[in-house]
Nanobody, 115 residues
Framework: QVQLVESGGGLVQAGGSLRLSCAASGIRISIASMYWYRQAPGKQRELVAAITSGGSTNYADSVKGRFTISRDNAKNTMYLQMNSLKPEDTAVYYC?????????WGQGTQVTVSS
């Protein structure tokens, strides 16, 4: 059974930082493409960052230069370091893993950035 558990969300002032974690079980993240998505109230879920099994990364234009996605294969955990946070980054953040046949999702963690 695959489980993805996000943590690290919270309330932070604009300009602050947070690091989200996504702990995986039942799947080896080293062989999966991993993603961070977010969904703000009233908006569609959007892709924030992605990291392939080979380590290549991609970011949404809105977070480039501020967010960094990484992966610790030994801990089977993915991270999203978020710096210079803005109120518009407020959303529920979800991690997702796709080892090739289907995507798995976590339950999400709330990030709220106050102005």
């Amino acid at each position: 059974q695959v489980q993805l558990v996000e943590s690290g969300g919270g309330l932070v002032q604009a300009g602050g930082s947070l690091r989200l974690s996504c702990a995986a079980s039942g799947i080896r993240i080293s062989i999966a493409s991993m993603y961070w998505y977010r969904q703000a109230p009233g908006k569609q879920r959007e892709l924030v960052a992605a990291i392939t099994s080979g380590g290549s990364t991609n970011y949404a234009d809105s977070v480039k230069g501020r967010f960094t996605i990484s992966r610790d294969n030994a801990k089977n955990t993915m991270y999203l370091q978020m710096n210079s946070l803005k109120p518009e980054d407020t959303a529920v953040y979800y991690c997702s893993a796709n080892p090739g046949l289907r995507a798995y999702w976590g339950q999400g963690t709330q990030v709220t950035v106050s102005s």
